[in-house]
């Protein structure tokens, strides 16, 4: 058994919700988790810059002892995921392999949709990971890089918000899909809006539920799973700290308090 933590990284506040599940489904186990908000969002900037971003938090996350990473970012984990399992001396996973499996066994006509960011839906990496599986599959793929800062701001309920998530799954109407795939942490906090524009019959696929599963089985296969009683859950952001706070507590439904660690200082950070 091992107490080091688990540690989770995204650009922002949308890994929460791979987070909540893992509180959820591990509840035993110390977390760490970093909301990189002053790179966000990722799914704007250039592949070799998000590779860089996340390096630097893996080896962040190394000198806090973590014994385990997850990438709960999607764009991170379709650019960056093989950079740090190379690089990195603890296990790393991301949410995309994961995703693609659920989409696959939920799917009755294997017609899905992903939407993500526009660096997600440029590198294929679901449809190349859905394929993989099952060659039949047909793929659809969506940017919908305007569904993010609904989130960052906490706007889930206001006309405008249910305008732009319209809006931006217009694509994806009439396509005939029964399964989307939400390839980004931030969207199943608007899942509910997404849901109803595109009508019950298609199933929504929160990629957050399989890696938290395929990271208990990991840890349950290593002998890493932590026996305490007590947990403890800590967070850093590198921008906004009152924000994060502000959010990650209303999401997690707990009191949130982060520390702050800026970008240079992750670069040179010595506990």
Same mark, same amino acid.
């Given at each position: 058994?091992?107490?080091?933590?688990?540690?989770?990284? +995204?650009?922002?506040?949308?890994?929460?919700?791979?987070?909540?599940?893992?509180?959820?489904?591990?509840?035993?186990?110390?977390?760490?988790?970093?909301?990189?908000? $002053?790179?966000?969002?990722?799914?704007?900037?250039?592949?070799?810059?998000?590779?860089?971003?996340?390096?630097?938090?893996?080896?962040?996350?190394?000198?806090?002892? $973590?014994? &385990?990473?997850? /990438?709960?970012?999607?764009?991170?984990?379709?650019?960056?995921?093989?950079?740090?399992?190379?690089?990195?001396? /603890?296990?790393?996973?991301? !949410?995309?392999?994961?995703?693609?499996?659920? $989409?696959?066994? !939920?799917?009755?006509?294997?017609?899905?949709?992903? /939407?993500?960011?526009?660096?997600?839906?440029?590198?294929?990496?679901?449809?190349?990971?859905?394929?993989?599986?099952?060659?039949?599959?047909?793929?659809?793929?969506?940017?919908?890089?305007?569904?993010?800062?609904?989130?960052?701001?906490?706007?889930?309920?206001?006309?405008?918000?249910?305008?732009?998530?319209?809006?931006?799954?217009?694509?994806?109407?009439?396509?005939?899909? +029964?399964?989307?795939? @939400?390839?980004?942490?931030?969207?199943? /906090?608007? $899942?509910?809006?997404?849901?109803?524009?595109?009508?019950?019959?298609?199933?929504?696929?929160?990629?957050? &539920?399989?890696?938290?599963?395929?990271?208990?089985?990991?840890?349950?296969?290593?002998?890493? @799973?932590?026996?305490?009683?007590?947990?403890?859950?800590?967070?850093?952001?590198?921008?906004?700290?009152?924000?994060?706070?502000?959010?990650?507590?209303?999401?997690?439904?707990?009191?949130?308090?982060?520390?702050?660690?800026?970008?240079?200082?992750?670069?040179?950070?010595?506990?």
């Amino acid at each position: 058994m091992n107490s080091a933590p688990i540690a989770f990284m +995204d650009s922002g506040i949308g890994g929460l919700t791979v987070l909540k599940l893992s509180l959820k489904e591990l509840p035993k186990e110390n977390t760490l988790y970093l909301g990189d908000e $002053a790179h966000l969002p990722y799914g704007e900037k250039k592949a070799g810059q998000v590779i860089n971003y996340a390096t630097e938090i893996g080896h962040f996350f190394e000198k806090k002892h $973590a014994k &385990f990473m997850i /990438i709960a970012c999607n764009t991170a984990s379709a650019t960056a995921l093989s950079r740090l399992q190379t690089e990195l001396a /603890i296990p790393v996973i991301g !949410v995309i392999e994961p995703g693609s499996r659920a $989409a696959i066994k !939920v799917s009755k006509n294997k017609k899905i949709g992903i /939407i993500g960011t526009s660096v997600t839906v440029k590198s294929h990496a679901y449809r190349d990971a859905i394929k993989k599986i099952d060659s039949n599959a047909e793929v659809i793929e969506v940017a919908c890089p305007t569904f993010i800062p609904l989130v960052e701001k906490g706007d889930y309920t206001s006309p405008e918000a249910k305008q732009i998530i319209n809006d931006g799954l217009k694509n994806l109407k009439n396509t005939g899909i +029964d399964t989307l795939i @939400l390839g980004c942490t931030h969207f199943p /906090i608007v $899942a509910n809006l997404i849901q109803a524009a595109l009508g019950d019959k298609v199933t929504l696929i929160n990629p957050g &539920f399989e890696t938290v599963e395929t990271a208990k089985q990991m840890l349950q296969n290593q002998s890493l @799973l932590n026996d305490k009683t007590s947990s403890k859950n800590q967070f850093y952001t590198t921008s906004g700290v009152e924000h994060f706070d502000e959010v990650a507590s209303q999401w997690l439904n707990r009191k949130v308090k982060a520390e702050l660690i800026l970008p240079n200082e992750l670069k040179s950070y010595e506990e």
